[in-house]
């Protein structure tokens, strides 16, 4: 079932929603679970009663045998908003292989949305932005969801530059209730920026995810000879040698990584790296562990 | 090193496309799309560096591919001699004939070899060789200067006649196996006598370079004793004569003393005037030799510069008359009057008839006889004829006149073969003759007279394995001779009666009926005098009775010349020295044999000049004149060898080394974009 979740199989499968169905089916058969399992009114555990609790959650049952009054909760008694923020500025065109970064974050996103929808039944929206908010789906349940979300997704093409200060005012005001709040993007920007633009979405409560999408050849790039290197967002032009890519752009790279994983973590939100000839199954993976109530 | 097309050279300019393409056009590279220029940096100028570096290779041999490429258009070649003088192979041959024992012409012609051996690179291999009756090869081409030094200095002079032919059908024999040029240095005195009937047998190959070392500057006048002539075996010292013919060989007319020495001793002594560059023959009317083999020779006081053919040697046996055994019918008494008379009367009569008839000759030992005649018997006994074919076989020989009565019978006995008809001329009324003789048959030596003979009967003999020696006009053979083991059967087809032929009365018969009797004894075999590298036989080819036996050969320096095992095979010897050869053969018998060198070593005149420089240049006319001034003067012929083979093997060899590393290069590129 893995190969379902390789994004060279996922990029001969034409459609997102079959891309979705394919990924989540076979990611949730690998985990040896139904589908249906898990789903709602999941027992959690028994709380003693105490004043102001709403009576509707006495087990009553109990009462009649214990005389004694308890509260049954269960898990996912609240349906986990999904929202994800979906970078489709020009540099997650990149790709050095059959799938770029905007396939994998399509990808990613569609399977999310699926599993979210068709799985959990919780309302999921998205938010495409570059330097403005391109496309906003509100976050909903309602019949046709998943297809609104998925033609968006199908329409996020990328174009201009990414700029997560502008939109921010953006994201503050459709991101009203708390959930779930995914950022697919390659973040191409300094952490304090990113975190700093990022962390008010928490205040709302919301768990706060950023989904680092980043082709293998960014992470470890190769150069044979002098390249001439353009950048695919300000068309800036750049003359490179391979002893400095083998060197020093790595280290910062890798300082990159390792500044947006410890400040993300230390701003309370979770941070993902997604290499693009990676399997999908670590981002459904983690939503489903920050989703509240489980599978 | 020369071009043979320079202007090809302008094609050196192409070099410069492969530098235009790597050093002078800008590079181009292809912009390669990234996410974000956020972590890179600039790095202009080493990558710039680095790129010359990187191509350099490549542009190394592109160059190098138009390098050569204009290069085997001009043709390039290098001048060298047409054959470096290490690849020439030195030929020294020295003639050690017996002419080269005149004065120091030996040691001259030895030291002459040394200072060319000498002056040789080491490097160059060398060969050499001596020429006497045939061309002796010493060592192998070689490089070794000790062992060529030791091989010319082992040469010793020789007592054989040589023979320029030799030299030539040696150096052709040559040639065919080494195929490198052939520096022939050849040191003889150049004796006339030495070149062959045919000029062409002495001519060079194409290959070979001729270089003549003449050690005689002049002729030098010499006396020799040609020729001697004394009988093998004798019986009465006094009726021996011994004729010897003095020759003069540019020299003036003298007075020559001659003297006939036996066994050491001289005997007698004359006195002979030869004439000017003439002869004279001297007569030695006794020849008082003791019993037994003795060692003879005539000399003379030439006091001249070639001692050594002053004297000439011959061997002579003195025993009693050996007695010859002569079976014949009861009623035939003419055959043997006609062949006794004719056996007493010839001049070296060493021989006694015993006439016997046939019927009493049953117990007779053949053995006991020089050999054995029948004539014209009808039957014999069969324990003669036993015995008879045993004595052939071990080395006897039978004389048959067949007779009239072997007509009426179907074989002939002791020949074996059968009479199938008789052919009676007189009752045709006339006569036959003889037809075709054999000269070369040592009992047909003086054939002239055999022609007047009238032959009125003869036996139709079938020859079968028997050499045919005389016919009759009609082809009938009236001699044959049938060798049967060690021994001989001569078969006379007529008889001796002075019936069946006149054969008897005419002066032929004497002669044929001696040199039948000294074939048939062995006589010729067991004295005399030959001719250095002549052959004396020493057992027959069909060796039936006795196998494996084997002779003793004592040659003139004491020494044996065979070794044990070819004296129990060899078939015969060549006789290579000068003196005196003691053989006993494997029949018992003893055998003195006088070795003289071939006369016309002596007639010391030298080719002429003309002839030597045709002959120098007869291989190698257009060679020998460019060379032999090149090798006198220290020069050497430089030849053009084009390198173009070499180049095209470069140019392929570039063009694939560039193939894979422009793929290589071309390769990375791609993948950059």
Request: charged letters at 20%.
């Amino acid at each position: 079932m893995q190969r379902f979740l390789d994004p060279a199989v996922l990029a001969g499968i034409s459609g997102l929603d079959l891309v979705a169905k394919t990924v989540v089916d076979g990611f949730v058969a690998g985990l040896h679970r139904s589908p249906d399992f898990g789903f709602s009114q999941e027992f959690a555990e028994y709380r003693a009663y105490t004043p102001g609790d709403d009576l509707r959650h006495v087990d009553w049952n109990l009462f009649a045998r214990t005389e004694r009054c308890y509260l049954k909760r269960y898990r996912g008694e609240t349906n986990s908003q999904l929202t994800i923020l979906l970078d489709a500025s020009n540099s997650m065109n990149y790709g050095s292989h059959a799938v770029s970064k905007m396939d994998y974050a399509r990808y990613t996103a569609a399977s999310l949305f699926y599993l979210a929808i068709h799985n959990q039944h919780d309302p999921a929206g998205l938010i495409v932005f570059d330097d403005e908010v391109r496309n906003y789906i509100r976050p909903s349940t309602r019949q046709g969801q998943l297809h609104r979300l998925l033609a968006g997704l199908e329409q996020a093409e990328p174009r201009a530059r990414t700029n997560f200060m502008k939109p921010l005012a953006h994201f503050q005001e459709f991101l009203r209730r708390r959930g779930v709040v995914l950022v697919i993007s390659d973040f191409y920007e300094s952490p304090e920026t990113i975190v700093k633009t990022i962390e008010p979405l928490r205040f709302h409560g919301s768990d706060v995810v950023l989904f680092h999408v980043l082709d293998p050849k960014e992470i470890r790039p190769e150069l044979r000879g002098p390249s001439i290197l353009v950048d695919m967002e300000t068309e800036q032009r750049l003359e490179v040698i391979p002893e400095y890519v083998k060197g020093e752009y790595r280290k910062k790279m890798d300082s990159h990584l390792e500044q947006m994983s410890e400040r993300t973590r230390a701003a309370g939100m979770d941070y993902h790296l997604l290499v693009t000839d990676r399997p999908l199954d670590a981002a459904l993976s983690e939503y489903l562990f920050l989703r509240p109530g489980g599978r | 090193m020369g071009f043979l097309a320079p202007w090809f050279l302008a094609g050196l300019a192409a070099v410069g496309l492969p530098v235009y393409i790597h050093l002078l056009r800008r590079h181009v590279t292809t912009p390669r799309p990234v996410s974000s220029l956020m972590f890179f940096e600039r790095g202009t100028q080493s990558s710039t560096r680095h790129r010359k570096l990187r191509y350099l290779l490549l542009f190394s041999l592109r160059a190098l591919l138009m390098l050569l490429l204009a290069l085997v258009f001009a043709n390039p070649f290098l001048r060298r001699s047409s054959a470096a003088a290490s690849d020439r192979l030195l030929v020294v041959v020295v003639d050690n004939s017996f002419s080269m024992r005149a004065g120091t012409r030996l040691e001259d012609a030895k030291r002459g070899a040394l200072d060319v051996l000498a002056t040789r690179k080491p490097s160059q291999r060398a060969q050499v060789m001596v020429l006497s009756g045939e061309l002796q090869v010493l060592t192998q081409p070689i490089k070794d200067a000790g062992a060529l030094k030791a091989a010319v200095e082992s040469i010793q002079p020789g007592d054989s006649r040589s023979n320029f032919g030799e030299l030539g059908r040696g150096m052709r024999a040559l040639t065919e196996t080494v195929h490198t040029p052939v520096d022939l240095h050849l040191f003889s005195d150049m004796q006339a006598s030495n070149m062959p009937v045919n000029f062409a047998d002495m001519v060079m190959p194409g290959n070979v370079l001729l270089v003549m070392h003449p050690v005689a500057k002049a002729v030098v006048p010499n006396w020799t004793v040609e020729s001697v002539e004394a009988p093998g075996q004798l019986v009465d010292p006094k009726r021996a004569r011994v004729l010897a013919v003095i020759a003069g060989h540019q020299t003036p007319a003298a007075t020559r003393t001659v003297s006939l020495i036996i066994n050491g001793t001289v005997a007698l002594i004359k006195k002979v005037e030869v004439p000017a560059d003439g002869r004279a023959t001297v007569a030695f009317e006794s020849l008082d030799v003791p019993y037994g083999a003795s060692r003879c020779e005539v000399r003379i006081d030439a006091a001249d510069g070639f001692p050594a053919d002053d004297a000439s040697s011959f061997a002579v046996k003195r025993a009693d008359p050996e007695r010859v055994l002569f079976v014949h019918q009861a009623g035939d008494s003419r055959s043997a009057l006609y062949f006794g008379s004719a056996l007493a009367a010839a001049a070296q009569a060493s021989f006694v008839l015993q006439p016997i008839v046939a019927d009493q000759a049953a117990d007779a030992d053949p053995t006991k006889y020089a050999f054995v005649v029948l004539s014209d018997v009808a039957s014999i006994p069969s324990i003669l004829e036993n015995s008879l074919l045993q004595y052939v076989r071990n080395g006897g020989s039978v004389l048959i006149a067949a007779g009239t009565s072997d007509a009426h019978r179907q074989r002939i006995p002791v020949f074996g073969e059968s009479s199938t008809d008789a052919r009676f001329y007189s009752r045709a009324g006339g006569f036959s003759s003889v037809g075709q003789v054999d000269a070369s048959h040592p009992a047909m030596k003086d054939s002239a007279g055999w022609k007047d003979a009238k032959f009125y009967y003869a036996t139709v003999v079938d020859a079968g394995g028997a050499r045919v020696v005389a016919r009759l006009a009609d082809g009938t053979p009236l001699l044959l001779d049938k060798q049967i083991g060690q021994g001989h059967v001569l078969v006379f087809a007529s008889g001796f009666d002075n019936v069946t032929n006149d054969l008897p009365l005419h002066p032929v018969f004497v002669p044929f009926v001696d040199q039948s009797a000294r074939y048939l004894s062995g006589v010729e075999r067991l004295s005399g005098a030959r001719v250095v590298d002549s052959f004396i036989q020493l057992r027959n080819v069909t060796n039936e009775g006795n196998q494996g036996a084997s002779v003793e050969i004592v040659g003139p320096d004491g020494k044996r010349p065979l070794s044990l095992q070819e004296e129990a095979a060899a078939q015969s010897l060549r006789l290579t020295r000068a003196g005196f050869y003691q053989i006993r053969f494997a029949n018992g018998r003893d055998a003195l044999i006088a070795v003289n060198p071939d006369r016309r070593e002596s007639g010391l005149d030298l080719i002429p000049q003309d002839v030597l420089k045709l002959w120098s240049g007869s291989g190698n006319a257009d060679m020998a004149a460019t060379q032999g001034a090149a090798a006198a003067t220290g020069e050497e012929k430089k030849n053009a060898y084009s390198l173009w083979w070499w180049v095209m093997l470069l140019i392929l060899m570039a063009a694939v080394a560039e193939s894979v590393v422009a793929s290589r290069y071309l390769g990375t590129q791609r993948e950059e974009v």
